[in-house]
């Protein structure tokens, strides 16, 4: 189940490993003081060679990773998912992603828990998930929600408090949620940036690391299933620099909100 790099990562300019690490030099050195980084993998649940070759990459560079679960998928290869993961310890957080990933919606954005649904059926996917996740990973489970596709509707964070949520992570500019609820949101997206042309995207993702190191605080979001060798070693690259840096906190996702 994995699906198409995008074309930054298709056909990466052939500098971007230099700019990439320019583009950290220059947050750090604009945010002037400890930068707080943590990072989530979305869309997980099931083993396969590019999560496995995720989570070495963490390891190696002794970072956390927050990993977002799909429940309806986890059953289903659990075993082997969890083996993957074992290796990393504390490294690595896991947390609800939907129950199903999929679109509920008939018209407008995707959305698993939008506005095209009764509440009370979104609250009984809340449940469903909730449970299958305490069921297969016990006490490992953090009170985290990530809907998918990044966005869900007022209503459904309304619900989350309720259903023994925390916190929610979604990607920057999400609506604040209701009290009670921290928010733990992400602003660099990795994998699955819209630009269709390699150089443009490659610019933009330039800008919007050194923007997020400088603001002191750089959420990435990462998606495995849509990783290539160029995205894994840009990834490498990233991590090891980012490691490197004293200036540079790595914090796990469940132990921040706003």
Not at 70 to 86: D, I, N, Q, S, T
Not at 88 to 104: D, F, I, K, T, W
Request: hydrophobic share 45%; proline share 9%; with cysteine.
């Amino acid at each position: 189940m994995s699906a198409a790099p995008l074309p930054l990562w298709q056909d990466p300019p052939p500098d971007f490993d230099a700019r990439l690490d320019a583009a950290v030099a220059a947050g750090l050195e604009r945010a002037g003081g400890p930068v707080r980084v943590f990072f989530r993998d979305d869309d997980c649940g099931l083993p396969g060679a590019h999560f496995t070759r995720l989570i070495a990459l963490f390891i190696r560079h002794r970072l956390p990773l927050a990993l977002a679960v799909v429940p309806a998928w986890l059953p289903l290869k659990c075993g082997e998912f969890l083996a993957a993961v074992e290796p990393a310890g504390e490294l690595v957080s896991l947390h609800m992603h939907g129950l199903r990933h999929v679109n509920h919606e008939r018209q407008g954005k995707k959305q698993e828990f939008g506005p095209a649904r009764e509440a009370a059926a979104k609250a009984l996917d809340l449940s469903r998930g909730r449970e299958i996740l305490v069921r297969y990973l016990g006490a490992r489970l953090r009170p985290v929600f990530t809907p998918p596709w990044n966005r869900c509707d007022a209503e459904t964070l309304a619900l989350l408090p309720g259903l023994g949520f925390r916190l929610v992570s979604r990607y920057a500019g999400a609506p604040t949620p209701p009290p009670g609820l921290g928010a733990v949101d992400l602003n660099v997206d990795l994998h699955t940036r819209r630009e269709a042309d390699p150089e443009r995207a490659a610019r933009l993702l330039e800008s919007d690391l050194a923007a997020a190191l400088a603001s002191g605080r750089a959420g990435f979001m990462l998606h495995h299933r849509r990783m290539n060798d160029s995205a894994f070693s840009a990834l490498d690259l990233l991590l090891g620099l980012l490691a490197a840096s004293p200036a540079v906190r790595p914090v796990p996702l469940e132990d921040l909100a706003t």
